[in-house]
């Protein structure tokens, strides 16, 4: 076949082909776009499938167990003494919502699965979680639990329910604190009777109202001026798949692309 005639027929063939791939491009786009929530996938892989979050979580209740240690050694009454813990991806894990919901392409961070997730689903415990709780309980450390979980009647019965049927201590009415006023506030009302000696959760308002609702750029820099806080009476825990950072712009490499 002389070299024109076979460089046509080429021409032809590659066309053709990407004519037909070009439905099954489209259509393997069209569910990214039509179910934007898939953007999350990788998140909550990361969140519920993978050791660095486990690793990660027994970390965190490592340092805080050997934080707590010194803060009682240094008390002359440990009852004095408060440890106030988020709740959710704190101490319980709610991440099969979050893939069902995804799964089902509903934008799971406008929250309205929640409160049927809080009354029928099944949570569970963090990695070490239960075991620092019982550690700080046995010590007569007074345990409260602030958390953004909806507030009504029935939902913090059914939190309660939930918390005591997983086995985490000092769970009551007046030491499940949830959605009504700010985290702040609540903790002000644990800080009257108490001294808070740890923090934890897994969203910066868990720590210091300075954090709520601030624009990234700003909770960057106060993390900057509340460096000593982490790690000593803060305790972070990760958290990938929702956060007031998932719609923050990305920065790039801004170079050519090169691909060897």
């Not at 259509?27 to 776009?33: K, S």
């Not at 995804?102 to 809080?118: A, G, I, L, P, R």
């Not at 954090?211 to 958290?239: L, M, S, Y």
């Amino acid at each position: 076949m002389p070299n024109a005639i076979r460089s046509a027929v080429s021409i032809s063939l590659a066309i053709a082909t990407l004519s037909l791939a070009a439905p099954a491009l489209a259509q393997d786009a069209a569910p990214a776009a039509a179910c934007p929530v898939q953007e999350f996938a990788m998140g909550l892989r990361y969140q519920q499938q993978s050791a660095e979050v486990r690793a990660l979580q027994l970390q965190a209740y490592a340092l805080a167990r050997a934080n707590l240690q010194a803060a009682i050694a240094k008390a002359g009454d440990p009852s004095k003494l408060a440890v106030v813990s988020d709740l959710d991806e704190t101490a319980i894990d709610n991440s099969a919502l979050l893939v069902r919901d995804m799964q089902k392409c509903h934008v799971y961070d406008v929250w309205d699965t929640w409160s049927d997730w809080e009354l029928r689903g099944k949570p569970v415990p963090i990695p070490g979680a239960l075991d620092f709780f019982e550690f700080a309980d046995k010590a007569g450390v007074a345990i409260y639990y602030i958390s953004d979980r909806f507030g009504e009647p029935e939902n913090k019965a059914a939190t309660i329910a939930t918390l005591k049927e997983l086995g985490f201590p000092q769970v009551s009415d007046d030491h499940v604190l949830l959605y009504g006023t700010s985290k702040a506030e609540r903790r002000a009302v644990v800080s009257k009777d108490h001294q808070i000696v740890l923090l934890l959760g897994d969203t910066l308002h868990d720590f210091d109202g300075v954090f709520r609702k601030a624009p990234t750029d700003v909770k960057r820099a106060e993390v900057d001026k509340n460096a000593a806080h982490f790690g000593a009476d803060w305790i972070v825990f990760p958290n990938a798949t929702y956060g007031d950072w998932s719609t923050a712009p990305l920065t790039a490499w801004d170079a050519e692309l090169v691909v060897k």
